[in-house]
């Protein structure tokens, strides 16, 4: 693959769904046609965890339709099919076991640290899949992790850890050996990470939850970023905070002497942020409208690449525009389109056109891939149905790309 950049055509369809068979296109053509119907989503998001809790008989329909458009299968596996396919378009993965923790359960924290090891140990026998991810709540109580939450109860200009180390000291015993355990399983994950070779993405989640997981990312970017990078934390920036704590982390990192590693995403929970916003009475975290998550999200961009050196990227973003822009900074900057610290990444299921025509360009771009059993991927299934039929234009466009690959093969 040649190390200079080929020009891009987001608009290329050939090359984005040259993986899809005609019945795969159908399927998704559909799909993406009932998601632009927002009061069809609102329902479908109801009823569908209540059918398969209530063990109503619709798991099969579930699997050929949300489930084979955005997820890569019940097993490794399974997964590892989806994996070799996409491999052979110069596509990478990262792969995400899509199961949700089970609320104060320590036996099961237990078993999904041991089941991500597996995944690691999975990973690093392809060559295409260089990350995995994983949810902090999938390791310790989100209760915990409220408690630790500093951005209502202190107002203040000092750093996250010093904010973080005044609420640590207020927790019970119970709650300090309960979060040292968390330390503990995450350290085991990023060391089996590092000795495999693999990068571990660790999510962003609700903002009443972020402060505690953005100290575990930066104990574990700093313990283990060294001479290479193998921790990713993830920065929302739909959230109107996060462009200056992108500035605090790489600040934090260069003076300790270690690589951040940052996968910058828009966000996925703007009215569950919102609402909770308005119930409880505090300014909303979200930033007032797209235009806003967009400006900051360019810039974060902007900032990593003039300091590309120091920090590795994951542009993980549908937006043609933000893609593009790290493509001609990169271009302009003469990197490699190899260069190890700039990756892309879509969804699996979306946004094709962006995915197969880097990779066709020669850069580094890989699809999230979620796997798990159908009941347990049900509520990743309901946030890709609410983002396409809420984020604007997304749906519009996937389906204006999907309607011209249907004429161009005459289908």
Known sequence: MSNSALPINFNNTENAF??????????????????????????GTMITPWAISSGLPVKGVIKKTLFKQFVGGESLEETGEVA??????????ILDYGVEGGEGDEDKYEAEANYFIKVI????????????????????????????????STKSDKPLHTRF?????????????????????TTRLCQAASNAGIGIMIDAEESWIQDAIDVVATQMMAQFNLG?????????LYRSDRLSYLSETLEEAEQAGYVAGLK??????????????????????????????????DAAVEICMTKI????????????KSNLLAANISGSKHLSTKHPH??????????????????????????????????????YLMRRAQENSSVAGQTGRELELINREFTRRKI
């Open 18 to 43: 040259a993986y899809k068979t005609d019945s795969d296109l159908k399927r998704a053509r559909f799909l993406f046609s009932l998601m632009q119907f927002a009061p069809l989503v609102k329902l």
């Open 84 to 93: 070799d396919m996409l491999e052979k378009f110069n596509v990478q993965v």
């Open 121 to 152: 140990q999975f990973a690093a026998t392809r060559k295409n899949i260089p990350f995995i991810s994983i949810k902090i709540t999938g390791l310790v109580s989100s209760s915990l992790l409220e408690k630790l939450d500093t951005t209502l």
């Open 165 to 185: 180390n005044s609420k640590f000291q207020q927790l019970n015993q119970e709650d300090q050996a309960q979060w040292k355990q968390l330390i503990s399983r």
């Open 228 to 236: 290479k990078v193998v921790v990713y934390n993830t920065i929302q």
């Open 264 to 297: 910058l995403v828009r966000g996925a929970y703007i009215e569950k942020e919102r609402a909770r916003a308005l119930k409880l009475g505090y300014p909303s975290p979200i930033q007032p409208n797209k235009e806003s998550s967009d400006r900051d999200y």
């Open 309 to 320: 050196e120091m920090v590795s990227i994951i542009v993980a973003s549908h937006n043609e």
């Open 342 to 379: 700039l990756h892309f990444s879509q969804l699996y299921g979306m946004s094709d056109n962006l995915t197969f025509n880097l990779a066709d360009a020669g850069y580094n771009v890989s699809k999230y891939l979620p796997f798990g059993p159908v009941h347990e991927v049900i509520p």
